[in-house]
């Protein structure tokens, strides 16, 4: 059955390989910790309490859609949702099969059936980002999506870019500049309406 407009997909389109025999993937991407695309972010933190802290964690299909609605509804339709049309972009991606042998099986039956698609997450990667959304906003919709997690996560946010007393100032002009313009562009055509016959 077609998925709704609104989901995600689940799971790549053409795989070349259905069953992996590395569960984990070995390499390793340097910037998957850094907010790309948003102000806000959902980062993984601690994994599995049983698990060391540099172990790998395992997101399935059904817990990152779980998270993704639940951000969207604190964010589109919470206490503090914003105004303006909230953007969210998912920065892991269901990539791996997990399997599962029947019961009863014996050694040497292969490898069992894929039971369901996941990401494999290290603590540090970013999970979501958002945008356009207040900071009272990001932190319901964080606290809300992090229950839904199976491990620990938290909220990440972009730092504000420090500018220098020479920056501001020269930004202050622009800014200044820009509605003269804008104010003598106003005058003119209100002229050229009064001169009109």
């Given at each position: 059955?077609?998925?709704?407009p609104?989901?995600m997909?689940?799971?790549?389109?053409?795989?070349r390989w259905?069953?992996?025999?590395?569960?984990?993937?070995?390499?390793?991407?340097h910037?998957?910790h850094?907010?790309?695309h948003?102000?806000f972010?959902?980062?993984?933190?601690?994994p599995?309490?049983?698990?060391?802290?540099r172990?790998?964690?395992?997101?399935t299909a059904?817990?990152i859609?779980t998270?993704?609605?639940?951000?969207?509804?604190?964010?589109?339709?919470g206490?503090?949702?914003s105004?303006?049309?909230?953007?969210i972009?998912?920065?892991?991606?269901p990539?791996r099969?997990?399997?599962k042998?029947?019961?009863?099986?014996g050694m040497?039956k292969g490898?069992?059936?894929v039971?369901m698609w996941a990401a494999?997450?290290r603590?540090?990667?970013?999970?979501?980002?958002?945008?356009?959304?207040?900071?009272?906003?990001a932190?319901i919709a964080?606290?809300?999506?992090a229950?839904?997690?199976p491990f620990?996560?938290?909220?990440?946010?972009?730092?504000?870019?420090?500018?220098?007393?020479?920056t501001r100032?020269?930004?202050?002009?622009?800014?200044?500049?820009?509605?003269a313009i804008?104010?003598?562009?106003r005058?003119?055509?209100g002229?050229?309406?009064?001169?009109e016959?």
């Amino acid at each position: 059955s077609p998925r709704p407009p609104s989901a995600m997909k689940t799971q790549p389109n053409n795989p070349r390989w259905r069953k992996l025999f590395e569960r984990f993937p070995a390499a390793v991407d340097h910037t998957r910790h850094l907010l790309h695309h948003g102000e806000f972010g959902l980062k993984a933190v601690a994994p599995y309490p049983h698990r060391s802290s540099r172990s790998t964690m395992m997101l399935t299909a059904p817990q990152i859609e779980t998270m993704r609605r639940a951000l969207m509804k604190k964010l589109r339709d919470g206490p503090a949702a914003s105004k303006t049309k909230v953007r969210i972009w998912a920065r892991v991606f269901p990539d791996r099969t997990l399997t599962k042998l029947p019961l009863e099986s014996g050694m040497g039956k292969g490898k069992g059936a894929v039971e369901m698609w996941a990401a494999a997450v290290r603590p540090g990667v970013v999970i979501f980002e958002w945008s356009d959304s207040s900071v009272r906003a990001a932190e319901i919709a964080a606290q809300y999506a992090a229950d839904r997690a199976p491990f620990k996560v938290k909220l990440v946010r972009r730092p504000r870019m420090e500018l220098d007393d020479d920056t501001r100032v020269g930004l202050a002009m622009m800014k200044h500049e820009k509605a003269a313009i804008a104010e003598l562009a106003r005058r003119g055509a209100g002229a050229a309406e009064a001169a009109e016959p």
